[in-house]
């Protein structure tokens, strides 16, 4: 079954994003948890066994392209369908909002999550990202 997260599913989900090795030191998944699902265009989709979250993914609308983070299964649900469940429901939550486009990052080295995606149709878009880190405490 696959749902909106709660405030309530943080921990567990933290902790398989964790698990499955998508956090960086420099991104705080709890707050990145905390504004996908208070945020207004963004939400966390979760997939649970019994209850218990075992897939997640963050989908949220910029107003130009829908993006795609933290898609993730516990390591022992891995191979059963449940990614592409919860990408297909990503899709679906931006499809209902008219978004013409659906992207996500891969970081280089991540050749299982690249094998996925071309797997279930994406299409390495050939661009470069650039970014910069922004002091938000001052």
Known sequence: ?????????????IALWH???????WNDPAADFARAVDGATSTILVARRDG???GSV?????GHRGWLYYLAVRPDAQ?????????????QWLR?????KLQL???????AAMAFYRRIGLE?????VFGRFIDIAT
């Open 96 to 100: 209902a909002r008219s978004v013409p």
């Open 105 to 111: 990052m891969v970081r280089a080295d991540n050749h």
């Open 58 to 62: 963050m989908v949220g609308y910029d």
């Open 79 to 91: 191979g059963q369908g449940i990614g592409t469940a919860l990408f297909d429901s990503a899709e």
């Open 1 to 13: 079954m696959i749902d909106t997260a709660t405030p309530a599913d943080a921990a567990a989900i």
């Open 52 to 54: 218990v979250p075992i």
């Open 124 to 128: 390495e878009q050939g661009v470069t």
């Open 19 to 25: 698990a499955v090795r998508l956090t960086r030191p």
